[in-house]
C-alpha cells in the first residue's frame, strides 16, 4: 500500500491550501478509513482529521475545526483536506495515514493506522 500526499507550500496567514493524498491500490483504498496528521518542528506528530469509509464520518481536532475540511473521492483514490484560513500555528508537516477497516469507524490514533504517506510540507507565514 502506497500513499502519495502533495499540496503542501508556503501561504500567507489567512490563506488557503488543498492537500490531496492518493492511496494505491484503490481497492485499498476504499475499503480503507484514512486521516490527516502533523507534525510541527519540535512537537510529537498529531492527530488533524478523519473520515471513515464511505466518508460518513468525519471527525477534527478542535484547533482546526471550523476552518479545516477532509473529503474523499473513492473514484479517484484520494483524501482531501481542505484548509482555509490558515495562521502560523498550523505550519507542520502533514502526513496522510489509512487503514483498512470492515466497518465504517472513525480513527484518530496514530498507532490505529499502519499505512503512511510520505508527508508534505505546510509553512504559514504572518
Known amino acids: 500500500v502506497q500513499l502519495q500526499a502533495s499540496g503542501g507550500g508556503l501561504v500567507q496567514s489567512g490563506g488557503s491550501l488543498r492537500l490531496s493524498c492518493v492511496v494505491s491500490?484503490?481497492?485499498?483504498?476504499?475499503?480503507?478509513?484514512v486521516a490527516w496528521f502533523r507534525q510541527a518542528p519540535g512537537k510529537e506528530r498529531e492527530f488533524v482529521s478523519s473520515?471513515?469509509?464511505?466518508?460518513?464520518?468525519?471527525e477534527y481536532a478542535d484547533s482546526v475545526k471550523g476552518r479545516f475540511t477532509i473529503s474523499r473521492d473513492d473514484a479517484k483514490s484520494t483524501v482531501y483536506l481542505q484548509m482555509n484560513n490558515l495562521t502560523p500555528e498550523d505550519t507542520a508537516v502533514y502526513y496522510c495515514?489509512?487503514?483498512?477497516?470492515?466497518?465504517?469507524?472513525?480513527?484518530?490514533?496514530?498507532?490505529?493506522?499502519?499505512?503512511w504517506g510520505q508527508g508534505t510540507q505546510v509553512t504559514v507565514s504572518s
Open positions: 491500490p484503490g481497492r485499498t483504498f476504499s475499503r480503507s478509513a
Open positions: 473520515i471513515s469509509r464511505a466518508g460518513g464520518s468525519t
Open positions: 495515514a489509512a487503514q483498512r477497516t470492515i466497518l465504517t469507524v472513525i480513527l484518530s490514533t496514530i498507532s490505529s493506522f499502519e499505512f
